[in-house]
């Protein structure tokens, strides 16, 4: 029975499937060309059903070391068959992550055994499932003979059946071979770069590093999680999901990548049509995200090898058109995308079968990705490079600023200061003012108003005669004038002080003010013994000023010259015709030794008593108030001291008719 049994396996032996001798099969090698295949379109067929169709001759023999069926929704069915050996244990290998649903057929003593895996299920006890398949084939009390395995393979993706047998010796090499070294390094060196730059986006708020992160976490999943099949480092139950949406992820790495791009060299200023095809793209990528998303994984997949291929070289044309318009070095931009394009072309033709697919084809895509990586990160560099030399070129400017705005505070602190000086300087001075008017007030105004209201009194008024009267009056008319002129001065001083004064200029003749006010005058110096003196040409002296404010200015002179000239003296006029100007001098004679004393100039604090040489008491308004007028009216005091005579002069433009 044991026999008849034995001969029932065997019996599909006799098809088109070469016989594979494990005791003297290379364990590297793919057994594609070894094998043969039926497409189940239906995939409803049983395991009867198919060793039915192998028996009438429906099996096609493999053509490569690696079968390549494309993207098929069909399932497909590969015959084995091989010579077990006698003292070692031996495995089925299918070095193809991404496979979806893998149903395998082991011959054994009691009938057929089924060993299950997939990308997308759990695995049978026993099957190891790892980045790639591995199926235990279960020892016969007759090994040594000739044995079939069929295998069931089903998926809604690009179909690539990397087949190997091996011994367990075989396995164990396999399993710490080169390619397996390496794409651990790539995983390593993919980590090392998402943690680099996810720092520096922290670190520096620019969100080309942040689209740089979720590029390299997209796309090294797709490729090393999805195709290399490492996604099984996070479990099982995570690598069933991931493994259902596998293209959600190469969307998101395309959108970043045209995020990037766009960041980067602000593709919108550069060129406007350059603009429009990557925002159409990312268009693209997400109405292809949305179909990976509903489960679509056959349109996802025919999708993704077009964008995936229309994408990078949109962004190689960009990198160029770039270099050329805006002369910005885009140099590692360029290469990372002619890189990744290389490696893509060559991975799709491979996976279309124009290009036979072999063992280091995905090594070579999984390679070309990880040089995109580094010169990715090394235009990036540049980019901080070139925002460290931004921030330290703004750094500077602010620092200069920083200093200018110090200096310019200091000058405005000193000015401010200054000004403050000026301001307590100008109080005192006011405040000396205010203590001299209440002065002036209390006793140059109040006594000599005292002094007459008591001669005025009924009691005095009554013991004197007309003719004592009339003597007082007369004497009388001194404090009166002395009074009037006093408050007269007073107002103006005190209209000046609110800005009150105005002028208004006329044309008049100085030389015929002067006279006239000599001759009022002369009653008051004659007191005294004095005498006027007017020097004035006989042509013209009309000037063009205020004639009030030059009549006060006068009138302070004259009542200076009488005060401070001893008696028995004559006091000079002098006008000259100076052409566009008239110049009004004023000289008197003074005691000796008096000059630095008597008459002193202007200046700020303009209330300064002085006696004259009759003791005549003035409060040293005068003079301040001819200051002011004159420099209304566009002129200035001057004053000049001799030995024993000083000299007020003063100019006013001559008047054009």
């Not at 067929?45 to 390549?68: E, M, P, R, V």
């Not at 996604?231 to 959600?248: E, M, Q, S």
């Not at 200051?627 to 009216?633: H, I, T």
């Amino acid at each position: 029975m044991r026999t008849i049994l034995i001969i029932f396996l065997l019996f599909p032996i006799a098809g088109n499937t070469q016989l594979i001798d494990l005791s003297q099969h290379n364990y590297n090698q793919n057994t594609g060309r070894n094998l043969s295949y039926y497409e189940d379109r239906s995939g409803a067929l049983s395991l009867i059903d198919i060793q039915s169709a192998y028996k009438n001759g429906l099996f096609k023999k493999g053509t490569t070391d690696i079968l390549n069926f494309g993207n098929s929704p069909s399932a497909i069915w590969i015959h084995c068959a091989f010579k077990s050996t006698v003292d070692s244990a031996e495995f089925l290998i299918i070095d193809a992550a991404s496979l979806e649903k893998i149903d395998c057929f082991m011959p054994g003593d009691t009938g057929w055994q089924l060993l299950q895996a997939g990308s997308t299920r759990k695995p049978s006890p026993g099957v190891i499932s790892t980045n790639h398949y591995i199926f235990p084939i279960p020892k016969t009390v007759n090994n040594g003979i000739n044995r079939t395995i069929w295998i069931r393979i089903q998926t809604r993706n690009i179909m690539l059946v990397p087949l190997k047998l091996a011994t367990a010796n075989g396995l164990l090499h396999l399993e710490n071979s080169t390619a397996k070294t390496v794409e651990a390094s790539l995983v390593g060196a993919f980590l090392i770069l998402f943690a680099f730059h996810l720092f520096l986006f922290f670190g520096i708020g620019d969100r080309s590093y942040l689209y740089y992160c979720l590029y390299i976490v997209c796309f090294g999943l797709y490729i090393l999680g999805y195709l290399g099949g490492y996604i099984y480092f996070l479990g099982t139950d995570a690598r069933i999901l991931f493994n259902k949406y596998p293209h959600v992820f190469l969307c998101l790495a395309l959108i970043a990548s045209i995020l990037i791009t766009n960041k980067v060299y602000q593709l919108k200023i550069i060129t406007k049509r350059l603009f429009i095809v990557a925002h159409t793209l990312l268009i693209a990528a997400i109405c292809l995200l949305v179909i990976s998303l509903l489960g679509l994984k056959a349109v996802a997949a025919t999708g993704s090898q077009i964008l995936g291929l229309v994408i990078p070289l949109t962004l190689l044309a960009c990198g160029v058109i770039i270099a050329k318009k805006s002369k910005e070095p885009t140099a590692y931009f360029t290469v990372a995308w002619l890189a990744i394009i290389t490696a893509a072309v060559f991975y799709v033709l491979s996976l279309e079968g124009i290009l036979e697919y072999r063992s280091y084809s995905r090594l070579i895509l999984e390679a070309g990705v990880m040089v995109e990586f580094l010169l990715l990160a090394f235009a990036l560099g540049k980019r901080y490079h070139a925002i460290l030399d931004n921030q330290r070129k703004i750094e500077a400017e602010n620092y200069q600023l920083a200093k200018d705005q110090n200096e310019k505070l200091e000058r405005l602190v000193e000015q401010r200061t200054q000004l403050l000086k000026n301001t307590i300087s100008k109080l005192e001075t006011s405040d000396n003012i205010k203590n001299t008017m209440f002065s002036i007030v209390a006793h140059d105004l109040r006594t000599p108003f005292n002094s007459i209201l008591g001669l005025f009194s009924s009691h005095v008024m009554d013991e004197l005669s007309r003719d004592e009267l009339k003597l007082i009056i007369d004497e009388s008319k001194d404090n009166f004038y002395h009074l009037k002129n006093l408050l007269d001065n007073l107002l103006h001083w005190a209209r000046l002080q609110m800005n009150e004064v105005q002028t208004h200029s006329t044309h008049f003749d100085l030389a015929k003010v002067t006279t006239e006010l000599v001759a009022t005058y002369r009653t008051i110096a004659q007191q005294k013994a004095l005498s006027f003196e007017i020097i004035a040409p006989t042509s013209f002296t009309l000037v063009n000023a205020d004639r009030n404010h030059i009549l006060l200015v006068l009138r302070n002179l004259f009542d200076n010259a009488i005060k401070f000239s001893p008696p028995q003296n004559s006091i000079c006029i002098i006008l000259s015709d100076k052409i566009s100007h008239i110049q009004f001098s004023i000289e008197n004679k003074t005691p000796p030794g008096t000059n630095s004393q008597t008459n002193q100039p202007v200046n700020d604090r303009p209330f300064t008593s002085n006696y004259g040489t009759a003791n005549e008491k003035g409060v040293g308004l005068g003079l301040a108030l001819c200051k002011d007028y004159l420099k209304k009216n566009g002129s200035s005091l001057n004053i000049t001291y001799f030995e024993a005579s000083v000299l007020f002069s003063f100019e006013l433009p001559a008047a054009t008719i």
